[in-house]
């Protein structure tokens, strides 16, 4: 009797912190890793990879590269994401399954993209306290980590757009969304987004939110998680950069990963905006081991 392997996992690390404007993200990769994601996973059985870092350019070295107007760094950060489109292609040419560390959640720029060139149909579930729909032409901050998703379905102009497929609403859905801008959330009504706040978690619950956010990726094949650490609580993850109270506890974000492991068809993670700086004890990323490894197999009984 032949024994089922899953797919090896491969992990990179991309210490970004151009899409925002606090400093200390760049050290998210590290402080996940420190907090024994390699070691967690393999005790679950799993055949764990390094990719190690993608280069990301210090603020300082970008200042002659081109500007966007309301859109910093955009340049910079396209030129990074490209790199992780193509560490993104690679593993998915090698049957791997992907957990890309960061860093702020311009990365998703790479990822995505990098995720939308598999052969089979793609769904995006984005679960984040914010809706990362902005465009330059309505950011109140000009951080490209608001316009990541936005940029992903080709509402911003070059270079913010990574790879030969956009993303259509019926690809994603939105969890755990508490903290929208006035012109977002007029953006995300007209292009019709699937979008699940945190009322509906509190009307509804957890369970019967993920029922629906899967029931809308119905029609996809393969899943990417884009999990930005804000959208728990700070109380529960202290180390982000744009905290905002009233997110998800801890169980209810473990209940996502359980019931997306359930499910199957994640092939690969975004672990993003973990600032160690804001932490305690490194708290944050320790939390952030714990929901990669209910992602990837690990079960109360």
């Known amino acids: ?81 490209r790199d992780i489109y193509d560490a993104m292609c690679k593993t998915i040419q090698a049957g791997e399954r992907a957990i890309f560390l960061g860093g702020d959640h311009s990365m998703a720029l790479g990822t995505v993209a990098g995720a939308l060139t598999r052969a089979e149909r793609v769904g995006v579930l984005w679960v984040d306290t914010h809706g990362d729909f902005n465009t330059p032409d309505i950011s109140p901050s000009g951080n490209v980590h608001g316009m990541v998703l936005a940029a992903l379905m080709g509402r911003c102009p070059p270079p913010l757009r990574i790879g030969d497929k956009m993303l259509q609403p019926d690809q994603v859905v939105l969890i755990g969304v508490r903290d929208l801008d006035v012109e977002e959330k007029r953006a995300l009504r007209d292009v019709g987004v699937r979008v699940m706040t945190m009322r509906d ?20 094949d393969a899943i990417h998680v884009s999990f930005d650490m804000d959208v728990l609580d700070p109380m529960v993850a202290s180390g982000v950069g744009t905290a905002v109270p009233g997110g998800l506890t801890i169980r209810e974000a473990h209940l996502i990963m359980e019931m997306l492991a359930d499910d199957g068809r994640v092939q690969s993670l975004d672990l993003v905006e973990v600032n160690p700086i804001l932490d305690e004890r490194n708290r944050t990323a320790l939390v952030a081991v714990e929901l990669a490894a209910g992602l990837f197999g690990q079960r109360i009984i």
């Open 1 to 81: 009797m032949s024994t089922f392997l899953p797919p090896p996992v491969r992990i990179y690390g991309v210490p970004m912190d151009l899409g925002q404007n606090r400093r200390g993200v760049d050290m998210g990769p590290s402080a996940i890793r420190y907090a024994g994601l390699d070691s967690r996973l393999e005790r679950l059985g799993l055949t764990v990879r390094e990719g190690g870092n993608i280069h990301v350019p210090n603020v300082e070295e970008i200042r002659h590269l081109m500007q966007i107007p309301n859109a910093h760094n955009a340049q910079a950060i396209a030129d990074v994401c």
């Open 201 to 220: 978690v509190d009307e509804n619950g957890m369970a019967d939110v993920m029922r629906a956010a899967l029931r809308a990726l119905g029609n996809v």
